[in-house]
């Protein structure tokens, strides 16, 4: 029995520069060890002429969001010498951006992580593969949600 290879919508062809995959790979293990939640990179390179991939990540408080930015900015400086272009959002640390020009880096509070939804725009573009890692991170927003209503529901007992 002869299988026939399984055929993707060009959609789905990774476009990103090795350079830019390289980015997202140490970007989003730098992530993860600073515990953020949900982490997902998308290659956007036939959609936006701006960038390759965005890489969304996010956290439950701002500390943490700034701490998963440092880190991140850090580990690609520290390791594939890439120095972001630009930073915004350090203020407030509701979202924060990172600017490689090969990648964009959004760390956003969980809040506007929902209220936002990236994903939503970008789900037609492939999703870059990430560390094992990276990928554990997935539900832990809603891990964590849950936890935190319930230790709020124990404290109004």
């Not at 929902?114 to 560390?131: G, H, I, N, Q, S």
Request: charged content about 30%.
């Amino acid at each position: 029995m002869t299988q026939t290879p399984t055929t993707r919508p060009e959609s789905w062809i990774v476009t990103a520069t090795d350079r830019s995959i390289e980015l997202i790979q140490a970007a989003s293990l730098a992530a993860a060890d600073k515990l953020a939640h949900d982490i997902i990179a998308y290659d956007v390179s036939d959609v936006l002429s701006i960038t390759d991939a965005f890489l969304l990540a996010s956290a439950p408080n701002d500390r943490q969001v700034k701490s998963i930015v440092d880190e991140i900015e850090e580990r690609l400086n520290k390791e594939l010498g890439a120095k972001p272009v630009r930073r915004e959002g350090d203020r407030e640390a509701r979202w924060v951006l990172l600017d490689y020009v090969d990648i964009v880096v959004h760390v956003q509070h969980s809040e506007e992580r929902v209220f936002y939804a990236l994903e939503r725009l970008w789900k037609d573009c492939p999703e870059l593969d990430l560390p094992e890692e990276a990928k554990a991170t997935r539900g832990k927003a809603a891990a964590h949600a849950d936890a935190t209503a319930a230790e709020q529901d124990g404290d109004l007992s």
